[in-house]
């Protein structure tokens, strides 16, 4: 696999997990619509299952093809950059349930 598919891989990882958040977290918002909410708390959960499958294989792929390891390791780390904001969305939800 190039490494401009692996890279490929990582990012349209992150931007799905990304959007899909921002849409439950803003339409609820929006809306007050606890569907939202709901989708939200689904995405948290099935979201962190697919993303860890995804960096497993990208490691898995990168342990098996080492001179690949370098960019697996890279894609891994940019669909880690979503765990900080679906940590901080996550307080944001549930605080705004609390009101």
Do not use: H, R
Request: aromatic fraction near 12%.
């Amino acid at each position: 696999m190039k490494e401009k598919n692996i890279l490929l891989i990582g990012k349209s990882s992150f931007w799905i997990s990304f959007l899909l958040g921002n849409i439950c977290l803003f339409g609820y918002v929006i809306t007050k619509n606890d569907g939202f909410a709901m989708c939200g708390y689904l995405l948290l959960i099935f979201g962190t299952i697919i993303n860890l499958l995804v960096i497993l294989c990208l490691v898995t792929y990168g342990l098996i093809n080492k001179s690949q390891l370098k960019i697996c390791m890279k894609a891994s780390m940019i669909i880690c950059i979503n765990i900080p904001i679906a940590i901080i969305y996550f307080y944001v939800g549930i605080s705004l349930l609390n009101i």
